[in-house]
């Protein structure tokens, strides 16, 4: 198995995804916990096919983390005073960007949806060993869930067409959809969605190969 890098050369790869922004020592350590955690559970169940720790902090933690900033940087993450934040999951997989997006912005409250057995029980010892609060696992398909939250999260899912009108029915009204997707896909995300939907402009990824985030509001 390749072993985990230190939490300092963690905090220096991603910094270009916050726009240099310094990464602290307390998000750094607990990204370090979760990558040495994902490297010992991917030698067993398939959770990335990027085996390298390096590409899995620039490529998962970094795509993730550059969509929480541009998250907060779009006021998604301002609620009213004693209004809960709530922000799912759908697909999560091995918890992209899920649970960066929640370490990265505490505050929230996270339900991370994943249908695959194995990998929500990974989800789920992830969320005990980093300590991480405020974070449940439904495990089951997304359109089960009967809920909505105040963002919504979607990559990298199978089968994208028929994932994003599930991922639009969840976000709440006012709520906030964001799509890290290609580049290639965003024109369709438009389209399909309409105009009970206010998209921003897509955001490129740093260091990425046409990947974009893409951000909607829904004004239905």
């Known amino acids: 198995m390749l072993t985990a ?3 300092a050369r963690i905090a220096a790869l991603l910094e270009p995804f916050l726009g240099g922004e310094p ?13 040495e955690l994902l490297l010992r559970w991917n030698a067993r169940i398939n959770l990335t096919a990027i085996r390298d720790p390096e ?7 970094g795509e993730s983390l550059f969509a929480a900033r541009t998250l907060r940087n779009a006021a998604a993450f301002a609620a009213p005073v004693g209004v809960a934040l ?3 999951d759908i697909g999560s997989g091995a918890g992209f960007p899920g649970i960066p997006i929640k ?10 949806i994943e ?6 029980t990974f989800l789920r010892e992830v969320i005990r060993t980093a300590g991480i609060e405020d974070t449940e696992v439904f495990c089951g398909r997304a359109e089960n869930w009967n809920r909505s939250a105040s963002v919504v999260t979607m990559r990298a899912v199978e089968k994208f067409h028929s994932a994003l009108p599930v991922a639009a029915s969840l976000t709440a009204q006012g709520g906030t959809l964001c799509l890290l997707i290609g580049a290639n896909q965003v024109e369709f995300a438009e389209l399909a969605l309409g ?4 998209f921003s402009p897509s955001v490129s990824v740093p260091w990425s190969n046409q990947r974009s985030v893409l951000m909607g509001k829904c004004i239905a």
């Open 86 to 88: 709530t922000l799912a």
């Open 5 to 7: 890098m230190d939490a």
């Open 115 to 120: 249908s695959r057995n194995k990998k929500a």
């Open 23 to 35: 990464v602290s020592p307390s998000l750094a350590a607990r990204l370090q916990t979760y990558l």
């Open 103 to 112: 370490l990265f912005a505490p505050e929230i409250q996270l339900t991370l």
């Open 55 to 61: 590409e899995i902090v620039t490529r998962h933690f």
């Open 195 to 198: 105009r009970e939907w206010r």
